[in-house]
């Protein structure tokens, strides 16, 4: 078992910034990804940002140019830097580990609110 446990989240007005930090209760490296992913009232949980084992970065369309994911091995934390935040990104937002085929690990979910 992995516990992931989000924090960071808040209410903001738009155009501002929040970093969201997912810290995991075992080592990372060994994790094939791991990812930040939201979900909006009455909509589908979507997947924001990604990062993998060797590095390499993965983003929504909307999340370009705006969001930054990254990782810290020796914390065995990932972020989610976002910038220029729009009140469409309003979601709760979730930390993934992914271990391998079908075997992924959530946390609780952190509120991100953006005002207009």
């Known amino acids: 078992q992995v516990q992931l446990v989000e924090s960071g989240g808040g209410l903001v007005q738009a155009g501002e910034s929040l970093r969201l930090s997912c810290v995991a209760s075992?080592?990372?490296?060994?994790?094939?990804?791991m990812g930040w992913y939201r979900q909006a009232p009455g909509k589908q949980r979507e997947l924001v940002a990604s990062?993998?084992?060797?590095?390499?970065?993965n983003y929504v369309d909307s999340a370009k140019d705006r969001f930054t994911i990254s990782r810290d091995n020796a914390k065995r934390t990932v972020y989610l830097q976002m910038s220029s935040l729009k009140p469409e990104d309003t979601a709760v937002y979730y930390c993934?580990?992914?271990?391998?085929?079908?075997?992924?690990?959530w946390g609780q979910g952190t509120q991100v609110t953006v005002s207009s």
């Open positions: 993934n580990a992914n271990l391998g085929v079908s075997v992924d690990y």
């Open positions: 075992a080592p990372i490296f060994s994790f094939n990804a």
């Open positions: 990062i993998t084992r060797g590095g390499s970065a």
